[in-house]
């Protein structure tokens, strides 16, 4: 069974730019979640996805973040414009019967 | 507000000897508690869990028990190895849905 996967794996962008992750879950894995985690710290929901539809995003910072899941499958977190205190691995992960599996992260860095 | 605490950053045993990783919850409607391990540059993988029905599973060298009254929930390990150094997350959900984890505890294990 192919893990979760998330694009790219790293990415350095100046104060200001956008940049955008991607991840694919495990295959039939209806729930989708993004973390954000700041070095030193555990990882922080941003949004979950159950399907399409969006169940939580209560911690996602709209005005700067968005996500989305269209077909239920894949999904994409965009950050527009990045700031300082973005710089983090955005872990993406999915679950089945009330476990969680991770991807590696995407690890940005703002500068 | 944290719900989920863990109060040691960082944690160093002798190898063979028992690592004892704590973490400490506030709400009373968690039922599920589980152990991530993670490795520098990779996603966090599940290692145990247990049900708020239970007080202790074990799988091989690890062991986890939950105190309901206390809030209080720890992993054991032993013997504990080299491999085992890594940080450790605790995480805790009500009926399957959010994910809260805890800031991590760094365990070395010496050789």
């Known amino acids: 069974e192919a893990g979760v996967a998330q694009s790219p794996r790293y990415k350095i962008i100046e104060k200001r730019q956008s940049v955008a992750f991607w991840c694919n879950p495990i295959s039939g894995h209806a729930t989708l979640y993004w973390y954000q985690q700041i070095l030193g710290q555990g990882p922080k929901l941003l949004i979950q996805f159950q399907n399409n539809g969006v169940v939580d995003d209560s911690q996602l910072p709209k005005d700067r973040f968005s996500a989305e899941r269209l077909k239920g499958v894949d999904s994409t977190l965009k950050i527009q414009p990045a700031k300082l205190e973005d710089s983090a691995v955005y872990l993406c992960a999915s679950s089945r019967a009330g476990e969680l599996f991770f991807g590696e992260g995407s690890r940005l860095t703002v500068l | 507000d944290q719900q989920v605490k863990q109060n040691s950053p960082s944690l160093s045993v002798q190898e063979g000897r028992i690592s004892i990783l704590n973490c400490d919850y506030t709400n009373s409607m968690f039922d599920y508690f589980l152990w991530y391990k993670k490795y520098p540059a990779e996603g966090p993988t599940f290692l145990i869990s247990?049900?708020?029905?239970?007080d202790k599973n074990e799988d091989g060298r690890f062991t986890v028990f939950l105190n309901k009254s206390a809030k209080h929930l720890s992993l054991h390990i032993v013997p504990s190895q080299p491999g085992d150094s890594a940080v450790y997350f605790c995480a805790a959900s009500a009926l399957g849905n959010q994910f809260y984890f805890g800031t991590g505890t760094s365990l070395t294990v010496i050789p």
């Open positions: 247990i049900s708020s029905i239970k």
